[in-house]
């Protein structure tokens, strides 16, 4: 049996461990109420460029009734052969399962569909480091033609391959960023290096309420409809948990009603009026459908920010909770090794005493 | 369904933020073929906008300039919506960075060859350089 000084070594360890837990499920609440108003306040812009781009496909045919051709290259449907899946994963631990949630569904999209051609993009160092560790990074060989100008050619070597990765990007969340990451995924669409481009995140409507899903970002089929083809629901046990870490960290566990201003929002554009159209629909189309792309990409991103730090907050929670639960477990250990030890002292001075 | 005021309801809307929304007399917006400036009662309008300055006029703190890059404008006659891609206040431009992307315009077009595409781009970073010192020197 332990004695009472390696008890109360350990009892001290452990309360060292709470803290830190603790104070990491503040620094996550606070995280998470900061990364939710981000959440929200990006929410006008993309329920409004949805909404006009949805009003400009109405009006305006996608084929050019003259040429017959698409007006923009975004619209167009290939047969799937080559896939791009973006995986939005988390930069840090910590945040129980949500890291290996986000992968797995990631691996069995990728071995669901084994006879296509999977370029990965990674976003989240975790996700970066697993998948680089599965799979091999793309390689590109240089390639000078007759005028001379040196472009960079692909040479694909496996059937899944990482081809890019952008550590660091949810840290700072910027549109800029974001921006360039949605402007190389539509020239590579438009260039027919891909056929169709997917995301996977995880969706974040408020605490108790979020899930893994695996979007089709491109082509674009429907306007503002997302077209999700896969979801992992939380099961009741993980909601319980979770709002009850939510509760004791003093977060809102209901969503913030926007209804008012997303449907002022929804307004935009949408108008029962003839506009005019300064630009042609081509040039609106050019301009439109990448801030559009670029909007989805940058909701997948907060929502899945915000989704991390709910997960790490409530994984701390959990964590300073088991150590509550040991502390009491060693301290009743402790005193009842002290009384012991007491007892059998007592009984050696009665004794001793007897025996004289 | 004119009322008395005969102001405007202009918001300025970027895709981190709502930077303005408030009634106005009147605004300029920097659309792509040129300026445009919107009263009430404007014909329904949509258009591209580029870069420069988002102008209010008549708003509850005076006139007010907004720095603006890329992104759309939705008019009807009472309600004016700007999406823009980027948006400053002008105390929030920072000059030696508008120098830089400056610089960097200038070097991409240099460097542009006969793409152009390239030169596209390169133009595109000149211009919201230049709209940006250009309201950060009026604010000054």
């Known amino acids: ?356 | 369904m004119a009322d008395e005021t005969n102001q405007l309801r202009v918001r300025l809307v970027t895709p981190e933020r709502t930077l303005f929304d408030h009634a106005a007399d009147a605004v300029e917006l920097p659309a792509k073929n040129g300026y445009v400036e919107v009263l009430y009662g404007h014909a329904p309008l949509m258009a591209e906008l580029g870069a420069g300055d988002v102008t209010l006029h008549g708003g509850p703190d005076g006139d007010q300039h907004y720095n603006v890059s890329w992104g759309f404008a939705e008019v009807l006659p009472d309600r004016v919506t700007i999406l823009a891609s980027d948006a400053l206040k002008p105390e929030e431009i920072d000059l030696p960075r508008a120098e830089q992307q400056l610089d960097r315009g200038l070097n991409m077009w240099k460097e542009a060859g006969e793409s152009p595409e390239a030169f596209d781009e390169a133009l595109r970073v000149i211009a919201e350089a230049e709209a940006k010192m250009a309201t950060a020197a009026e604010k000054h």
């Open chain 1, 1 to 356: 049996m332990a004695n009472v000084l390696d008890l109360r070594r350990r009892i001290r360890s452990v309360k060292n461990t709470r803290q830190i837990t603790k104070a990491m499920k503040m620094v996550s609440a606070a995280k998470l109420r900061r990364a939710q108003e981000r959440a929200l306040a990006a929410r006008p812009y993309a329920k409004m460029i949805t909404s006009v781009l949805e009003s400009l496909t109405r009006r305006i045919e996608i084929f050019d009734p003259v040429t017959g051709s698409l007006r923009h290259p975004l619209f167009a449907t290939r047969e799937e052969k080559r896939v791009l899946l973006i995986v939005v994963s988390g930069d840090k631990g910590f945040a129980g399962a949500f890291n290996t949630n986000v992968l797995k569904t990631a691996f069995q999209f990728i071995s669901g569909n084994p006879d296509k051609q999977i370029d990965i993009e990674a976003v989240g160092r975790k996700g970066r480091d697993q998948m680089r560790r599965h799979y091999p990074v793309a390689s590109y060989k240089e390639q000078t033609d007759e005028s001379g100008h040196t472009s960079q050619v692909r040479e694909r070597g496996e059937s899944v391959e990482v081809t890019g990765d952008h550590p660091g990007m949810l840290i700072k969340l910027e549109t800029a960023r974001v921006q360039k990451l949605a402007e190389s995924i539509i020239s590579r669409y438009v260039h027919e290096e891909i056929d169709a481009a997917y995301i996977v995140y995880n969706e974040f409507k408020s605490v108790i309420s979020q899930r893994l899903v695996v979007e089709r970002l491109l082509p674009l089929m429907k306007i503002g409809i997302p077209q999700i083809t896969g979801a992992v629901e939380p099961s009741s046990e993980q909601r319980e948990r979770a709002a009850e870490a939510a509760l004791s960290a003093g977060i809102e566990l209901e969503p913030v009603d926007t209804a008012a201003a997303d449907d002022e929002a929804r307004k935009f554009g949408t108008s029962q009026v003839d506009y005019i159209y300064e630009q042609p629909a081509e040039e609106l189309f050019n301009g439109l459908l990448p801030q559009y792309v670029s909007s989805m990409l940058y909701h997948a991103m907060t929502e899945s920010v915000a989704a991390e730090h709910a997960a790490r907050m409530t994984a701390m929670d959990s964590a300073s909770n088991n150590a509550s639960d040991m502390i009491d477990a060693y301290t009743l250990e402790m005193n009842r090794v002290r009384q012991a030890a007491i007892t059998k002292e007592i009984i050696e001075i009665v004794s001793g005493a007897a025996a004289v």
